[in-house]
């Protein structure tokens, strides 16, 4: 009698680690910690040659701001998923808005996009906030989300005042490798992407959490983007920490003030203070490529 007791209680408790098993493995709720590295240097370095290549000689001047710049400055984000949907937003804090600040400091404030001063170096001069110029840091507002169901997203930017411009999600080709690494407690699995207008991408993802979505509205793989790389920006997306929940996407992530505008607008409005980094792909798949990553 005692010896089946035991035996029930075991497989009792067997059964319940399996059914938590079960439900760390299948997690389609939560939210994501990513660090977003971007490489500020090299970024720098590589839009000067960039310039420099179309036979302007403006690159220069960025050069200049080379050495009061840190290599790298990582900046905190907040991933909410479910099973329909996504946000990718700054994630809070003091500490990142204090490296944040420091970043703001020291980077050139009076270099537009393609090496131009003009109106950015009056508005720097005068304080003043010039229509167009993109407020970087932790308090950028600008806020991703994905409609994994009807395959668009929305993103949400704080320019001048705030906008929401509405995309349809594009496909990207992956090519599956053997190579895994876990990565925030989970295992990954390599693959190497390739968007429409041929932007490469290195991407880690994990079937142990079934929803097919990531940072920087990154998607089409059987399983969450865990890590995310883009070599020719200089930016990586790195998951810190996974916590599983029964919420769903907060709903509340879109101001209220928010002004709708269709990409081609903004193109024609904003478009010039863009960095341009290939040749090869149209303005319109430049400009979101930007916004995006």
Not at 80 to 106: C, G, H, I, R, W
Not at 269 to 278: A, E, H, L, T
Request: aromatic share 10%; proline share 3%.
């Amino acid at each position: 009698m005692i010896k089946k007791l035991y035996l029930t209680v075991i497989i009792c408790c067997l059964f319940g680690l399996s059914i938590q098993a079960q439900y760390a493995y299948f997690g389609s709720r939560g939210t994501i910690s990513f660090d977003k590295v971007t490489y500020t240097k090299a970024r720098l370095r590589q839009m000067s040659n960039d310039i420099n290549s179309k036979g302007m000689d403006r690159g220069a001047g960025i050069m200049e701001y080379l050495d009061k710049v840190p290599d790298s400055h990582t900046e905190k984000l907040k991933f909410y998923f479910d099973e329909n949907s996504t946000v990718l937003m700054p994630e809070e804090s003091a500490e990142s808005d204090k490296k944040n600040a420091e970043v703001k400091m020291t980077a050139p404030k009076t270099i537009s996009a393609n090496g131009r001063g003009g109106r950015f170096q009056g508005a720097a001069r005068s304080g003043a906030s010039p229509r167009g110029q993109f407020r970087g840091g932790a308090k950028n507002g600008k806020v991703l989300y994905q409609d994994l169901k009807a395959g668009t997203a929305d993103i949400q930017l704080d320019i001048d005042e705030k906008y929401i411009l509405s995309e349809t999600l594009d496909s990207i080709t992956w090519r599956f490798t053997e190579e895994y690494r876990n990565i925030a407690g989970v295992n990954c699995r390599r693959v190497n992407g390739a968007t429409k207008d041929s932007l490469y991408l290195i991407a880690y993802y994990s079937e142990e959490i079934p929803v097919s979505a990531g940072p920087a509205l990154s998607h089409g793989l059987p399983g969450m983007i865990i890590g995310l790389v883009i070599p020719e920006m200089h930016i990586q997306y790195w998951a810190t920490t996974i916590e599983y929940t029964n919420k769903l996407v907060p709903a509340d992530w879109r101001d209220k003030k928010s002004k709708k505008m269709e990409l081609n607008e903004f193109s024609e409005i904003f478009g010039r203070y863009m960095p341009r980094n290939r040749q090869n792909e149209s303005a319109k798949k430049r400009i979101l490529e930007q916004l995006v990553y």
